[in-house]
């Protein structure tokens, strides 16, 4: 399977799991960005064209980016296929090479993390702040 007919199928299994689409804020590049619907915050950004060498890799690649917990992301970053993010903080956030042929089963676990920890802080009920 092509990169590109990966990400259309990782697009279409997002949506499936939260309804979202990608975003394209940036006007100068197409990087996909998928936001959560009530926070905005990102939690998955594809990376196309990044330098191989920064992950063992001749060549380009692309990448999705993950907001990941620190202590997941210790265990999870194998070194082939999954790694400290590229140009994101390398303690929140891991990268997973898409070139490489990935589990999308996996990936999309990664995804539900991603955004489980992007999800807006529960504000607290009245009874909860009179405690």
Known sequence: M??????KE????????????PDHPFKETDLPVFRHPDSRKWFAVVIPDVPGRYFGKS?????????????LSDG??????????????KRH????????DPDLTGIMALVSVSYRLTMPARKKSKEESHD
Do not use: Q
């Open 76 to 89: 999870i970053c194998d070194g082939v296929t999954v790694f400290p993010a590229y140009h994101m903080n």
């Open 2 to 7: 092509s990169v590109a007919a990966r990400l």
């Open 10 to 21: 990782l697009e279409n299994r997002i949506f499936d799991f939260c309804g979202v689409v």
């Open 93 to 100: 956030w891991i990268s997973v090479v898409l070139d490489e």
């Open 59 to 71: 060549g380009k690649v692309t990448v999705l980016n993950l907001k990941c917990d620190p202590l």
